[in-house]
Structure formats: C-alpha cells, structure tokens
C-alpha cells in the first residue's frame, strides 16, 4: 500500500517536474524570439536612418555639383544658363525674335520677358545689332507715334539730339503713316507703318 502511494507520489513529482521543464524551454524559445524580433527591428531602423543620411549627403553632392556647373556656365552664358536664347553684348542682354508681329505686340513681348525693345546708343550696339539681324527687319524701341516727327526711344530719351543711324531719306514718313521704326539692310534704319509686321529685339541688363 505504502509503497503504491510512494510510487504514485514519484510519478507526480516527475510530471510536474516534466512540466516545469517544458515550460521553462518554451519560455526560453520565447524570450529569444523577442530578442530576435527586437534585433531585427533596431537593424531596420539603423538602416533606415543610414539609408536616408546617405540619400541626403546625395542630394547635398548633387546640388554642389549643379552649383558649380552653373556658375561655370554662366561664364559661357552671362544672360543665364537657362535663358540662352538671351546674347549678350557690353553688359546688356539680347533676344532676337523668331517670328515677325507688330510694333505694339513686339512691345508687350518683350514687356512680359521684362525687358524692352533695343535702344540703339552707340556704333558699338548698333553693329552688333547688324552683324545680327543680317538684313532683315526687326523692331527697334523708337517711335513717333506720340508727336509725328518727334522720334522718341522707348525709355523717353530723345533720339534727334543721341546716336542716329537712319537710311538715306529716311524717316520719310511714307503715306503720311509710318510712326515706328526698324532696323533693315545694313542694320540702317526705315520708320514704316506700326502695324507692318517685323522681327523685334528685346533687351535687358544683364544679370549681376
Ligand atoms: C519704301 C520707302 C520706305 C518705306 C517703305 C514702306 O521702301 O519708301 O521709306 O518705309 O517703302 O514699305
Ligand atoms: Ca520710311
């Protein structure tokens, strides 16, 4: 009888010895799991921020290298890299259009690219502009339309008392109409009717 109890007593000792056992492996396998996990999660953050640290020293290079490539291009273009269809002459910048319109809307064009129609002040400017237009008929910033006969450039200054540069026998003021005025063969310049369609020619300061 005694003995049958010691044996069951045994038994229950070593079940809950078993038990024991298995809990605490399992905690085991738990505790690592976590451990891996939380591993796992500090390596993605420590990536991810390594990551982004890197893609920002990127960025960073990319700009030094866009700044130099522009300041370097602005030796080749001092009107602006971007704006290359702006040539530059003694301090000014100049657009030569690539289609032809009339006086007043060649005004407002060059007004919205905030610059104005070329005033033409000295033989220096006034070459360039020839050796440029090559015999075609651009639109210059000087016009009698406010008084006939009275030629003012497009800034107010007087044109009679400066720089001229008028054809034989012009201005002429043709049909008794002819209030603005062009550059033509040889750069020399014609007053024609306003609405004549001409290329034009914008200008502007350079920028500092
Ligand atoms: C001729 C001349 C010019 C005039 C033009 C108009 O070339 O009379 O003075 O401006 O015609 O087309
Ligand atoms: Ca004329």
Redesign the pocket.
Known sequence: MDKERLQDELRIFRDRNFLRQKLRSSLTVYVLLALSYLLIVILFVVSLSRVSMLSSQLNEMRKELKRNNSSNDFKLFPCGPEAREWEYFSGKCYYFSLHATSWQRAKELCEEEHSFLAIINSHAKQNFIMYRTRNQRFWIGLSDRNAEGEWKWIDGSDSTTGFTYWKEG?P?N?DQN?DCAHVWTYGEW???HCTYECYYICEKPAPP
């Open positions: 012009e002429n043709s002819e014609n007053d024609v």
